[in-house]
């Protein structure tokens, strides 16, 4: 990029060409709290200040194009605004090999911390922590088999290990490497409060029907009941996560379960036997209306409008070329993830502002065509500490 602006870091990481942000004492972009669209700076400029709901957090992954996309050769740490405007915060090499190639996993509500995972495929596996206003990092040994992190308080980590039929064990890793064994069979798939000082994850038992609300210690706090079996997957509103749910032939919806213990609601609908919608992935409300990120034979995501009678219909946003990703609202529109091509020409990754009810869709965040979005992350789902 023609920005690039680089400051390296110690050298533990400095054969993956790391770049850092600047401290949080660095001034905010002269006249305006954030950038406007599709403009591009150096991390040393975020206003931290202003960053909050609307922000999001991404891992761009550079290079030439391979047969089922970008040949990462860097990988670039990138800070969204809300208008579209992006703030590199670090770079760093992947080898011919695939070496070094990183995940994006986590990214604490207060905005500071991100985490990533190295290597993921490989053995040993490292995480990162990333304090992204200070700049600094420090990397983690994190074993073998290891299926997910997420950002534990204090500094500690919980994961969850491949465990074969039994489900995966889920443990705290604290700072100094100690792990402590939290549950033995769950789905693997945690989900923290705000704080952190809580996980929710589900059961491994295909016909047992909960949701665990878990201490940092391992202790019960409470069992949700499903309709089906389900994972945690977000926050869906204050007090109440959003869970994924699987019928018996495979086709999933999705479940609003508070976490106090009340009754439940089916999000999404059962669309029929013959909806060109499979399975729900995520959902948003705007305006009344529940829109989905709708999957579609051969690996397709689609966005879909679901109706009062729980239809589900595709919704034609222009501009885009294969799959539409849902990632929140900002005002009247939805904010997707997609490939956009212009007059025919090759797909470029791009975040856009999209107007239901006019079919504007605003390109507010293009990549090169030598880029690509890995996992978008919003800024703080909201989210509880349950009693």
């Known amino acids: 990029m023609t920005h690039a602006r680089t400051l390296l870091l110690t050298a533990a990481l400095a054969a993956l060409a790391l770049v850092s942000p600047a401290t949080a004492a660095s001034p905010a972009v002269a006249g305006s709290p ?8 150096m991390g040393d400029r975020v206003p931290w200040s202003q960053v909050g709901q609307g922000w999001r957090l991404t891992l761009i992954n550079q290079g030439p194009h391979g047969e089922f996309g970008i040949d ?3 990988q670039l740490l990138d800070l969204v605004d809300p208008l579209g405007g992006r703030y590199q915060l670090a770079k760093t090499a992947v080898g011919q090999d695939g070496s070094g190639y990183r995940r994006l996993v986590d990214w604490s509500t207060d905005g500071r911390t991100a985490l990533e995972v190295v290597d993921p495929q490989k053995k040993p596996q490292r995480a990162v922590f990333y304090d992204l206003r200070a700049g600094t990092h420090r990397a983690v040994r994190v074993g073998d088999h290891v299926d997910s992190l997420r950002l534990g308080p204090h500094a500690s980590l919980y994961e969850t290990r491949y465990g074969g039929m039994r489900g995966e064990p889920l443990l705290r890793r604290y700072d100094d490497g100690t792990l402590q064994l939290l549950r033995r069979h769950t789905d693997g798939q945690p989900l923290t409060t705000r704080s952190t000082r809580r996980i929710v994850i589900g059961t491994h038992g295909d016909h047992d029907h909960r949701l665990l609300v878990l201490g940092g210690d391992g202790r019960l706090v409470r069992s949700l009941a499903t309709p ?15 869970a994924t749910c699987f019928g018996r032939h495979g086709a999933s919806r999705l479940y609003a379960a508070p976490v106090d213990g009340g009754a439940g609601h089916w999000i999404s609908a059962d669309h029929g036997k013959r909806s060109a919608d499979l399975g729900d992935l995520d ?18 995501v689609f966005l879909a409008r679901q109706h009062r009678n729980g239809a589900a219909t595709e919704v034609q946003v222009p501009k885009a070329v294969e799959n539409v990703y849902l990632l929140g609202t900002r005002g009247h529109r939805l904010v997707l993830q997609m490939g956009v091509s212009c007059d025919g020409g090759m797909s470029r990754d791009a975040i856009t502002h999209f107007d239901p009810r006019t079919s504007d869709n605003r390109v507010v965040a293009l990549l090169p065509e030598n880029e690509e979005y890995g996992p978008v992350l919003g800024f703080a789902e909201p989210e509880p500490d349950p009693s």
């Open 72 to 74: 990462a050769r860097h």
């Open 228 to 242: 089906a079996k389900c994972t945690a997957t977000r926050w869906w509103r204050h007090g109440v996560l959003m």
């Open 34 to 41: 954030v950038l406007g669209p599709n403009q591009v700076t």
């Open 283 to 300: 959902a948003r409300r705007l305006n009344g209306t529940t829109y989905l990120e709708a999957s579609g034979p051969c690996g397709v």
